[in-house]
């Protein structure tokens, strides 16, 4: 018999859900509403009903579910909030959530902390990375700069090497750093294109390993020879009007290793050893069959035979093959005007003679020319040649500083052989090495009526005269008068 009017009704879905429902414990702090079946007790069911166990996936906290359903009749039933357990975390965040859009609700909750700590990431590797970049170009431009210093700075050794023709600047350097004179040819060849030097010529050089680059690459701009030739370990230089005791100092002065010792006194006993220079008359006949004898009383035989010039003092080189050399240059200079001398009725002692004093006494060509021609007049009419370069050099002072009071008292009344004041014609050798400017100079001396000439002292310009009058008038404006206001 059923108890309750309810009962005959058939099971609504709320019933039983219900009843597949387990019980759970009501809270005392939640306010549900009682069924009237739970007021009247327990209603038994068909069969004995066991308590199910199941396993607690979700909150134990009932949240209360509003179901309702209809009777028979249609008629609304009262709704009952059915407890159901769901997790406290979803609820708690839907309730939470703000009624936005979907995509509004992703834009909301994305943390910007993200974003600044993504920002500082890549701040912090962009400056490592150029941290890397200014580091890696610090140190390969200080590579750079390395490899275009010496291999060897204290390195005296010379090497010989060939550039071939038509190399460019990768085989050029491919070269030099296979001879040890570079450290890198790809570097060379990168330097050259940058400074642009395009101008390397090919042929044999010496070159040393305590050159840098930028050395290297100048000896390459010159040219090189045809052959190989032995590296010079030194340069010579010899000023023209240079005397022969002159000429020994700046040999004496030479630093090197060489064949043997090459000193100022070695220098002047060869330049006086008669085999020597009778083995150099055979030799260079038309230049040295005029040669004056000792007994003329010539300081030194050799003296202005010696051409001025620059000379590369190499490991084989000896005081004999140094003078040698010097008295080929001379021959070679004079070849072209050995038929010019001649026509002058001089012989090369005398042309050298007088270009020795064309050379002390004027340094412009015009004047040297003038000057010359003053000289032959004079040699012409008998007259002394009365040159005061002469005299200093039979005092043994050519070549020192003297000043112009010296110069203006020289004594002239000096016995000596080289005295041009008492004793008429030319002395007997030259006094010095003359210049080929000089030298073309007494060959084609400018020809006038003038027989003095006197330079002034403060300005050097070359005053002529023709009289002794004329000349007294000189001497006393530009040459007197300044050496009164000097004193």
Same mark, same amino acid.
């Given at each position: 018999?059923?108890?309750?009017?309810?009962?005959?009704?058939?099971?609504?879905?709320?019933?039983?859900?219900?009843?597949?429902?387990?019980?759970?414990?009501?809270?005392?702090?939640?306010?549900?509403?009682?069924?009237?079946?739970?007021?009247?007790?327990?209603?038994?069911?068909?069969?004995?009903?066991?308590?199910?166990?199941?396993?607690?996936?979700?909150?134990? &906290?009932?949240?209360?579910?509003?179901?309702?359903?209809?009777?028979?009749?249609?008629? !609304?039933?009262?709704?009952?909030?059915?407890?159901?357990?769901?997790?406290?975390?979803?609820?708690?965040?839907?309730?939470?959530?703000?009624?936005?859009?979907?995509?509004?609700?992703?834009?909301?909750?994305?943390?910007?902390?993200?974003?600044?700590?993504? =920002?500082?990431?890549?701040?912090?590797?962009?400056?490592?990375?150029?941290?890397?970049?200014?580091?890696?170009?610090?140190?390969?431009?200080?590579?750079?700069?390395?490899?275009?210093?010496?291999?060897?700075?204290?390195?005296?050794?010379?090497? $010989?090497?060939?550039?071939?023709?038509?190399?460019?600047?990768?085989?050029?350097?491919?070269?030099? !750093?296979?001879?040890?004179?570079?450290?890198?040819?790809?570097? =060379?060849?990168?330097?050259?294109?940058?400074?642009?030097?395009?101008?390397?010529?090919?042929?044999?050089?010496?070159?040393?390993?305590?050159?840098? $680059?930028?050395?290297?690459?100048?000896?390459?701009?010159?040219?090189? $020879?045809?052959? #190989?030739?032995?590296?010079?370990?030194?340069?010579?230089?010899?000023?023209?009007?240079?005397?022969?005791?002159?000429?020994?100092?700046?040999?004496?002065?030479?630093?090197?290793?060489?064949?043997?010792?090459?000193?100022?006194?070695?220098?002047?006993?060869?330049?006086?050893?008669?085999?020597?220079?009778?083995?150099?008359?055979?030799?260079?006949?038309?230049?040295?069959?005029?040669?004056?004898?000792? !007994?003329?009383?010539?300081?030194?035989?050799?003296?202005?035979?010696?051409?001025?010039?620059?000379?590369?003092?190499?490991?084989?080189?000896?005081?004999?093959?140094?003078?040698?050399?010097?008295?080929?240059?001379?021959?070679?200079?004079?070849?072209?005007?050995?038929?010019?001398?001649?026509?002058?009725?001089?012989?090369?002692?005398?042309?050298?003679? &007088?270009?020795?004093?064309?050379?002390?006494?004027?340094?412009?060509?015009?004047?040297?020319?003038?000057?010359?021609?003053? =000289? %032959?007049?004079?040699?012409?009419?008998?007259?002394?040649?009365?040159?005061?370069?002469?005299?200093?050099? #039979?005092?043994?002072?050519?070549?020192?500083?003297?000043?112009?009071?010296?110069?203006?008292?020289?004594? $002239?009344?000096?016995?000596?052989?080289?005295?041009?004041?008492?004793?008429?014609?030319?002395?007997?050798?030259?006094?010095?090495?003359?210049?080929?400017?000089?030298? !073309?100079?007494?060959?084609?001396?400018?020809?006038?009526?003038?027989? %003095?000439?006197?330079?002034?002292?403060?300005?050097?310009?070359?005053?002529?005269?023709?009289?002794?009058?004329?000349?007294?008038?000189?001497?006393?404006?530009?040459?007197?008068?300044?050496?009164?206001?000097?004193?």
């Amino acid at each position: 018999m059923p108890t309750h009017p309810s009962q005959d009704l058939p099971a609504s879905p709320a019933d039983e859900l219900q009843r597949e429902t387990p019980a759970v414990p009501t809270h005392p702090s939640q306010d549900v509403l009682s069924s009237p079946s739970e007021e009247s007790g327990s209603r038994p069911g068909p069969g004995p009903v066991s308590p199910r166990n199941v396993e607690k996936e979700f909150n134990e &906290i009932p949240t209360r579910v509003a179901v309702s359903y209809k009777t028979e009749g249609q008629k !609304e039933v009262v709704k009952k909030e059915v407890p159901t357990s769901q997790p406290v975390v979803e609820k708690k965040a839907v309730e939470e959530m703000p009624a936005t859009p979907r995509r509004s609700r992703r834009d909301t909750v994305q943390p910007t902390k993200k974003k600044k700590s993504g =920002f500082k990431v890549f701040f912090i590797s962009l400056l490592i990375f150029l941290g890397l970049i200014s580091a890696g170009g610090y140190f390969g431009y200080q590579y750079v700069q390395s490899s275009l210093q010496p291999v060897d700075a204290s390195s005296k050794q010379y090497v $010989t090497v060939q550039i071939p023709e038509g190399a460019n600047v990768q085989t050029i350097g491919s070269t030099l !750093e296979k001879s040890g004179l570079i450290k890198h040819g790809v570097i =060379f060849a990168f330097y050259a294109k940058y400074k642009n030097y395009s101008d390397l010529k090919s042929g044999y050089y010496n070159l040393q390993k305590s050159m840098s $680059t930028e050395d290297i690459i100048h000896e390459l701009q010159k040219g090189g $020879t045809a052959e #190989a030739q032995e590296p010079a370990l030194a340069n010579l230089t010899i000023p023209e009007g240079y005397t022969i005791d002159q000429i020994a100092q700046a040999v004496g002065q030479l630093q090197g290793e060489f064949k043997e010792p090459l000193t100022a006194d070695a220098f002047l006993a060869k330049v006086q050893d008669e085999n020597f220079i009778s083995q150099e008359v055979a030799k260079y006949p038309s230049l040295l069959e005029s040669l004056p004898t000792k !007994e003329s009383g010539v300081r030194y035989r050799l003296e202005g035979f010696l051409f001025p010039a620059t000379y590369s003092i190499k490991e084989s080189t000896t005081i004999e093959s140094l003078i040698d050399e010097m008295l080929a240059a001379m021959d070679k200079t004079l070849a072209p005007h050995y038929s010019a001398i001649k026509s002058k009725n001089l012989t090369v002692n005398e042309l050298l003679t &007088i270009a020795s004093l064309v050379e002390k006494e004027g340094a412009k060509t015009e004047d040297r020319k003038l000057i010359a021609g003053v =000289f %032959y007049n004079r040699l012409n009419l008998g007259m002394p040649l009365q040159s005061n370069i002469a005299i200093l050099y #039979a005092q043994g002072k050519l070549g020192q500083k003297i000043s112009l009071a010296d110069d203006a008292g020289i004594d $002239t009344t000096i016995n000596s052989p080289y005295n041009v004041y008492t004793k008429a014609g030319l002395m007997p050798g030259p006094v010095d090495s003359p210049s080929l400017d000089a030298i !073309e100079a007494s060959i084609n001396q400018t020809k006038s009526d003038n027989l %003095y000439f006197v330079a002034n002292v403060t300005d050097g310009k070359v005053y002529y005269a023709a009289t002794q009058e004329e000349h007294d008038r000189n001497v006393a404006e530009h040459v007197n008068s300044k050496l009164n206001q000097t004193n």
